[in-house]
Every structure is written in structure tokens, then in C-alpha cells.
């Protein structure tokens, strides 16, 4: 064996650990205002403002109680049971519509496929600010205003553009062994679909969902101009409300009501971590 052959694990292993190391700084880097933001919901205003460090001088939980009464007549029980009662009939319309226009584009020829496809990819580059003023004004003539049908039912159409462009370039590394296969034992489109597709979909799909919830759950601008009524106010609302709700704003109250409304999109993200990932980083399976 050879000197140079002889020193090479030395090198790679001294070469991981630097990257390991960097990796570990940047990764206490990227956590650290969480953390702070953990440590600040034990600490009063004063502490807040003065003291850079995370950790508290004592743990206190009467930050977390308070601010889960809210300054209203309803707890922030309310406003998540709110959160989820868009979220979820969200997630699953945005699935099933995306699903289904993605599987169209990737799987069928029809007329004006490739123009239909570039306009809806310049969708995605539209700013969504330009289509509120037309959004409310189509919904107030619909008498959706105050309910939660403007923020759930243009999802059913497969407005995500995002996640259609996503499901499509996966479908496109999915082989069609099995397709083709099933289509002589009989199968039609839909049971192509729901039978072959979807099981290998599943990472992309994952990834729809995990998106749509953490997107949905952190949506400000939408609930603000749709909502009127308070006890139909989601997490979002309900956190600005108790700002502003009193002149002097006790900080730890809110910040440890952020820590709170921050555990289910964290929970979802680390359940399906592992198909997240699979599904973001990989344009399909390979034959």
C-alpha cells in the first residue's frame, strides 16, 4: 500500500469533521431564535429588552396560561380548533385537485397542453397581492365574506400552482412499466391513478401537504381581509389581536403563545420528515 493510499482516511476523516463542525455552527446559528424565543416566553418585558442571552432567570409558566385566556371572551382553544377548520379541508382539496391536473399534464396529450402549462408556471410568478382586490370583490358577490369558503374553496381548483409544477416533474421520473401494465389487465385513467400512481406519489404528496399546512397555519393577509367576526379569527389573527388588545403588550404572553402555535406545524414537519425530504429533493423514482 502506497504512502498516499495509507494517508487518505486520515484526510476524508479529518475533512468530515471540519464539515461536521460547520455544519453544527450553522445549524446553533439557524436555532437560535428559537430558542430565544423559548427562553423569552419565561421572561418579563424588562429582561426582554435588555439581555441578549436565551436563558431565563427563572422559569415561570404563567406566561403560557396567561396567554392562552386571551384578553377576549374565548382561549386560544378557540382559535386553534379555527386554525385547523381551514387548514385540513385546505390540505385535502389542494391534494386532490393538484393531484389531479398534474396527473392530466404529465400523463395525457390534449391541444394547447404546452400553452396551457407555461401560462399556469407564469402564475406562479404573479404576486398575490394583485389578485386580492378581484378575489374579494368575486366573494363578497358570492356571499362568502366572513366564512372560511374564500380561504378553502379556490384551493379545489388547483390554484397552488407551486405544487402542481412540483407533482409534474415527479410524475415525469416515474416510469410507466407499471402504468402500461396495468392498462392491458384493463385499468382505466382513474384506476391508473388511484392504484398505481398515488402509492408512488406519496413522497411528493407528503411534501404538498406538509407545505400547504405550515403555509396555511402562518397565513395573515388572507384571514385579516375575509374574517370579521372574532370567534372565527385562526391563530394568526388571534396573536396580532393580543398585541394590540392593551397599551402596555405583556411580551412574554404573546411570545409564549408563538412558541405554542408553533408545535403543530413543527410536529407535522418532523412526522413526515422522512417522506418530506424524499419528495422535495427527488423528480421521481428510477427504473
Excluded at 78 to 107: E, G, K
Excluded at 207 to 225: A, E, R, Y
Excluded at 249 to 254: D, G, K
Amino acid at each position: 500500500m502506497s504512502a498516499e493510499n495509507m494517508r487518505s482516511p486520515t484526510s476524508g476523516g479529518g475533512h468530515a469533521w471540519v464539515r461536521y463542525v460547520a455544519l453544527v455552527l450553522v445549524a446553533l446559528v439557524m436555532l437560535y431564535p428559537l430558542f430565544w424565543l423559548i427562553g423569552a416566553s419565561f421572561k418579563s418585558n424588562s429582561e426582554i429588552f435588555t439581555e441578549v442571552g436565551f436563558w431565563p432567570q427563572r422559569f415561570d409558566f404563567s406566561a403560557y396560561a396567561k396567554g392562552w385566556k386571551t384578553s377576549t371572551e374565548y382561549t386560544f382553544a378557540t382559535y386553534f380548533l379555527n386554525s385547523f377548520l381551514i387548514t385540513i379541508p385546505r390540505i385535502v382539496v389542494t391534494v386532490i385537485s393538484c393531484v389531479l391536473v398534474a396527473y392530466a399534464f404529465a400523463r395525457f396529450e390534449f391541444w394547447g397542453k404546452k400553452i396551457l402549462f407555461s401560462i399556469m408556471v407564469g402564475t406562479m410568478m404573479l404576486p398575490l397581492i394583485v389578485l386580492r382586490l378581484p378575489q374579494y370583490l368575486v366573494f363578497r358577490e358570492l356571499g362568502w365574506l366572513d366564512s372560511y369558503l374564500p380561504l378553502i374553496v379556490p384551493s379545489a381548483f388547483a390554484t397552488d400552482t407551486f405544487f402542481i409544477f412540483m407533482l409534474v416533474q415527479f410524475l415525469k421520473g416515474i416510469p410507466r412499466d407499471m402504468e402500461e401494465a396495468a392498462q392491458i389487465d384493463g385499468c382505466n385513467a382513474l384506476q391508473l391513478l388511484w392504484y398505481i400512481i398515488v402509492p408512488l406519489l406519496k413522497p411528493a404528496i407528503v411534501s404538498v401537504i406538509v407545505f400547504q399546512f405550515i403555509w396555511t397555519m402562518n397565513d395573515f393577509m388572507g384571514p385579516l381581509i375575509y374574517l370579521a367576526s372574532v370567534e372565527k379569527y385562526p391563530v394568526s389573527l388571534a396573536l396580532k389581536m393580543s398585541i394590540g388588545a392593551t397599551e402596555e403588550v405583556e411580551w412574554a404572553n404573546v411570545i409564549a403563545i408563538s412558541v405554542v402555535a408553533l408545535i403543530p406545524s413543527v410536529a407535522v414537519f418532523f412526522a413526515a420528515q422522512k417522506h418530506f425530504i424524499e419528495g422535495a429533493t427527488s423528480s421521481g423514482v428510477k427504473g
